[in-house]
């Protein structure tokens, strides 16, 4: 499998997406590095051309085209790198975020994968939309960008669940984030949105990781980082 997403046909953006990366899939992505041409966005041939966006959608928009399935975490396969630039992989971002703490946090999905050696999944998500500030009627911020049918909702909150099993007799180990569409810090403060599996769920009314009792769990030394005292979150 290269990859799993849960489409909204509505919103035309992903609901959420899933996948895998192993430490020999790491050992490819670092074989390829700078090798991948990146192609141009397309729809998916799997979905309605009027339930998604259009590259016309973002162009002029003050939004990119941003990756719920990072294009780096499968360039250990040609197919699977070009797969990701679909526009059901693909949902309206500010340039500041999606270059900034999102990115930070896709960077250190690959560098755990590689440190701890082990396979980590990581599941990615948006909820919720932006709304124009009546005091900037001329600053866009929502609640779409584009052209009806191909207008895509811009969403408010961004999520990503990192779940890891190195011992098969041990624990889950779960490192989850939820992040403000405007969270323009620094890559590495991405650490500063870091919350609860438990947060993620009640927000987005989705139980990601169902029976295995880890809603409240993070493990500080495994990771690196601790909850901080305000943790992430989006409403």
């Not at 035309?12 to 192993?22: E, I, Q, Y």
């Not at 790491?26 to 390829?32: F, Y």
């Not at 929502?142 to 049918?149: A, D, L, V, W, Y």
Request: net charge negative; hydrophobic share 35%.
């Amino acid at each position: 499998m290269l990859f799993a997403i849960r489409y909204d046909t509505t919103r035309k953006t992903p609901h959420w997406t899933a996948h895998v990366l192993t430490p020999e899939r790491m050992s490819q992505i670092t074989a390829n590095s700078g090798t991948m041409k990146r192609p141009q966005f397309t729809p998916d041939s799997q979905i309605p051309p009027d339930d998604q966006a259009i590259d016309k959608s973002y162009v002029k928009s003050g939004y990119a085209r941003g990756h719920l399935v990072p294009a780096n975490d499968m360039s250990w396969d040609i197919a699977a790198y070009d797969a990701t630039f679909h526009f059901s992989n693909v949902a309206p971002q500010k340039q500041r975020f999606n270059a900034g703490t999102w990115l930070g946090e896709e960077d250190a999905f690959r560098k755990y994968v590689k440190a701890k050696n082990t396979p980590m999944w990581v599941f990615s998500g948006v909820y919720g939309t932006v709304e124009d500030d009546p005091a900037t009627p001329d600053t866009h911020e929502g609640p779409t960008i584009g052209m009806s049918p191909n207008a895509p909702n811009v969403p408010k909150c961004f999520y990503k669940i990192v779940v890891a099993h190195p011992d098969p007799n041990g624990p889950y180990k779960v490192l989850a984030s939820l992040f403000d569409w405007n969270d323009y810090g620094k890559r590495a403060t991405w650490v500063n949105v870091i919350t609860t599996l438990q947060v993620v769920e009640t927000r987005t009314g989705i139980d990601f990781l169902k029976g295995l009792n880890v809603e409240n769990t993070h493990d500080s030394a495994y990771w690196g980082n601790d909850i901080p005292d305000t943790p992430g979150d989006c409403q």
